[in-house]
């Protein structure tokens, strides 16, 4: 039951801070004989590394990721994968200020209510640096499905959505936001530069989506895999809202409106819709998975804050520095990661239960 | 690591069908020395019973609570409390098509591809019927938790959103529809009337508000209090979306907007406001817990749907009999014993970890 | 993490006491179609039942166990299985004296010092009585292991030992001692008839043999095949030792002398010996694996025993009325179904992680 | 439900092969605010470490820990602490013919057999060196648990048992065997050196004791201390059988020999005996907590053994080179960190159901 493990077969604990000397994650209940090697989980890493473009935060993180145990010949054996990430760019500034007293909207109050005692320096255990060793776990779960496609993309940027007419998956490389749409990847451009130079941050949603996968993965009804995938995305730093398929909407539809049609198909059934996100029950469908990830505006920003000191003292703070204007973006390499996380284990979970 | 189980220090298993002799929850982890008897629990239980008012299924069930464990003279005694209600009103009627057939947006195509086979009576293990028994389990966390409120109301159906302004939690047990607005109450007895006389279905929104818990609750970095009622609301049937506090409309906010300042309290901080709906770091803050639950339109309507046979031929459905037109009504109960349950928990792991 | 749960995948939680109303168990995990019905668990609780012989408790029990879910025409639907004893013969007896005082040797004072409070009818939840509930559980679990023959026997009660040269296996059913020794059943008939009249208790070992396994089962390194039967048997009332194997035996054994030699056999090696029983590195090597239990003497006997009253003050307590005197001779249907409870277990977690 | 972690509230998790780069562990749980470094856990891994003698293997490792994570200027924080061990002395030897034959006795069939695969070099993950890893988390358990005091040493080897009645606990570390009886060290030390110029092994008889724990401890039914420290206890490489107190003994007494009277103390009861092993019902009493654990003799053996290759040939195999003629005696140093884990983990349960 450690609370810094996620999943039940395929399960990995994560460990480190934003200032200490590395960060990993260990995966355990990989099956064996899979290929893989460091260069098979580089990608995902480099998708998400910090300082690629202006738009994220200035910390220059080579996130190269180690494996330590858990593979022989190029191929996993089925014992722990452990996995490494050193940090190199903890730029040694003063944390006096921050030692001293809570950052608004960050962890800091928080931790310090829970433990009497927290490591200040750049968030420590609550940096969303800790998403590097999701990432990294995540390279691994996604060679356990190899029939899953999985895509994440960000479709609103401080209250801009793309245009749905418009979406084009190659598009998703081309710009430093993870947009499908070019025509919101130009105006996120100009807005996310006002946004920079204020010192000002803004919110985002992640859309992620999964295909491939059959019907019948998740595990009713406390294994259900909308609420893993609900737990698996809420638990990414900053994220505030998530819905499966039509989400919020679906509460304003109708029953008619929403139904997802059922004919039959080449194999298992067609549907003509699907309102639901791929997900019945609790159990796939066969039809792509559909998540939906609110992402906060970081709480960093330049104007003062009114805060407290641990003594209870009024005094304001702000956020000089490195940090991400907006933290959605970088996540959208995070909600993937996590999709094939969950998405890995419950494979693995229904292939013990139901053989 | 049941997938029939929730929880971590306090964790409930729950079993039974629809239309099995009984349904019911064991909660193991309840500390000793609770007073506690059935009636304790039953007033929950008939919150949530059906058959109140003419805009929930007619079925009619007493859902009276019994207690087979944990509990002597009259106080838990840290062992199991099994929970059992009997199901009186499983109304023999044909089954037939059902069995042979797949209704769309509900789960039986789902379990039909997971396990091969499944109980087609009701839904059988699918069944909102279950969630009595996370009712009862939540009128057992309620004890262990006496210094928290939770309030939970329905704060839209069909589109059609309470007005903040004439927000009275008085009001929301004066109607059928647990609405903390009376005029939208009134509002909403007109169009639920229609709805079920066409046999039509709508969506709700339910929001839960917790009050009283402090600062310090919440076991990052994945056993995270809002992740865990991210899966906690996500699990409950029809659900399709979570929001902790302002949610996807925090994505929409600057980093400025959002912010929640922090003044010299009392005890602990004053916060003059709660975009994060309590929950900072995936630790409560002290603040209200607020989350925001999308149901789905009931997927029983009297429209017959497309669909396919068991044998993959297409056919066409619909269902006649007794449902709720709007199942997020009595999710509200719901909603509220599983914050409750979730809070518990929390409590618990936090005295275990930190002292 | 419920602490009255075992197992991974297949997982059974028990709840209920000595004298509540009931107790049982829900199995959660069984894979779906396999068929069961009441007849097929009945069996193994009928071995465990008191008051089949002199000497064993007196206590009238039926020990009918109903399945309440789970189950649809016949097969096992793969949601939790939830089986239900109820106690008959809670016979009101004076527990005054027990209310007041700990029994030596037993958990009262335990319990007390845990929980502050217990329920001391009968020894409430730590009572042997729980052991029909893991019967029951341990009936399904031999549905999901058909290749795995389980025989538990005793083969030693008082220090007097069964001689292996006559080891009988048909005998077993042939004496109220789980004997499959003629002679020695004999013995010890005559053995626990003075133990009996004399208000006496005895000690009991008892071995477990299961084969047709494969090999591959069990979790290296913290999910082992022999950790999870030692987890299992030790938790069983009034054990205090178990072995795999060898056991205790091999620690005064050479290498040479311990060594398994494999040789080719028809399918996988062929062993001529078998000092590991049958596990290696935590996992099945494909031989039978061999589980050898101690059970203390009954800690209820007649000749007064000095204790304390729960408010401190010197006292003697003995032990009037129904008992086992050697409580081991019952345990052996208890450990033949923690031994299918585990082999099924850790079947579909290698299925899972395996394939 | 990682099958390379162990425990509750106090979990950890290890990872890391023979002959990779490193092994390591993940302590999730630990509470905040313990002083710690790498000079508080050092002397275990130096009690544990290889090469000292020459009755155990020698491989040169200077096993120095390094803490990557979860503490803040001198003090754990209550995050996931990582340690990390590097592997220096990997001899890099010929392994070819490990690679093709099954070493008999070792785990290296049953691995094939499970994985289909598997890093041969020294064990891979099934080498005792992972106790490395177990015996640094164990350092970080005993922090958890300053009012208990921890002993294990070594009562017999090769069937030759210390003299209770020369029992010297400061004996313990005066010689290389933890053997708290000099007559029998200086024997055992003759017959060692016996074992090892013949290139055979023997087993050994470990012991420990844990005193200063309260009564409380423990969560039944399927959580009690003495199942987990029976889990805890097999799980460790070579081990085939594990008492609680008097353990098998017990089962040879009557209940009048085996009982613990009790009588009013200064603080709880008094007990004048202890055969219970100071846990009643999986609840510790109060009394000295004593494990008994048998380690089989070390399967490397230089006398050839018959098996057969990973095709099904017959052939021979012998262990030149390095390896523990009595394997049980570097274990008394992981029985310790084990029962200082089960203990830490149940310190944490019990405060957390109990307060």
């Not at 080579?62 to 940090?87: A, H, W, Y």
């Not at 990432?135 to 994440?152: D, K, N, Q, T």
């Not at 198909?265 to 159990?283: E, K, L, M, S, Y």
């Not at 920003?301 to 702000?318: M, S, V």
Request: aromatic share 8%; glycine share 12%; hydrophobic share 40%.
């Amino acid at each position: 039951m450690s609370v810094n493990s996620f999943g039940r077969l395929l399960r990995f604990t994560t460990w480190g801070e934003s200032h200490g000397p590395a960060l990993g994650a260990v995966v355990d209940g990989c099956p064996p004989g899979l290929e893989i090697d460091e260069g098979k989980l580089q990608p995902f890493l480099d998708a998400r590394r910090p300082g690629q473009s202006k738009f994220t935060t200035q910390r220059q993180e080579p996130d190269q990721v180690r494996i330590l145990s858990g593979v022989f010949e190029g191929k996993t054996t089925g014992t722990p994968i452990s996995l490494m990430i050193e940090n190199v760019d903890q730029r040694s500034k003063d944390y006096s200020e921050v030692a001293k007293a809570y950052r608004p909207g960050h962890a800091d109050y928080a931790y310090d209510a829970k433990y009497g005692f927290r490591d200040y320096r750049g968030g420590g255990r609550s940096s969303a640096r800790e998403t590097a060793a999701r990432v990294a776990a995540g390279g691994v779960a996604r060679l356990v499905i190899p029939e899953v496609s999985i895509l994440a993309y960000v479709t609103e940027i401080g209250g801009d959505a793309i245009d749905r007419a418009s979406f084009d998956a190659s598009e998703i490389a081309n710009n430093p936001f993870f947009c499908p749409d070019a025509q919101a990847a130009a105006r996120w451009a100009t807005q996310m530069e006002a946004v920079r130079k204020s010192g000002s941050s803004v919110g985002a949603v992640v859309e992620c989506i999964a295909t491939g996968l059959p019907a019948g993965w998740g595990a009713p009804l406390y294994g259900k895999l909308d609420a893993d995938l609900a737990a698996a995305m809420m638990g990414i730093n900053a994220v505030k809202g998530v819905e499966i398929g039509d989400g919020f909407a679906a509460a304003r539809l109708s029953g008619e409106q929403n139904a997802d049609p059922m004919y039959p198909g080449a194999t298992g059934p067609r549907f003509d819709a699907n309102h639901a996100g791929g997900i019945a029950g609790g159990i796939s469908t066969g039809q792509p998975v559909v998540v939906r990830v609110a992402f906060k505006p970081t709480s960093s920003i330049l104007t003062p804050q009114p805060t407290i000191t641990r003594d209870g003292d009024a005094t304001e703070l702000f956020t000089k520095g490195r940090h991400d204007p907006c933290v959605g973006i970088r996540g959208a390499p995070v909600v993937e990661a996590m999709m094939a996380l969950v998405l890995a284990d419950h494979k693995l979970l229904h292939r013990g239960q139901c053989g």
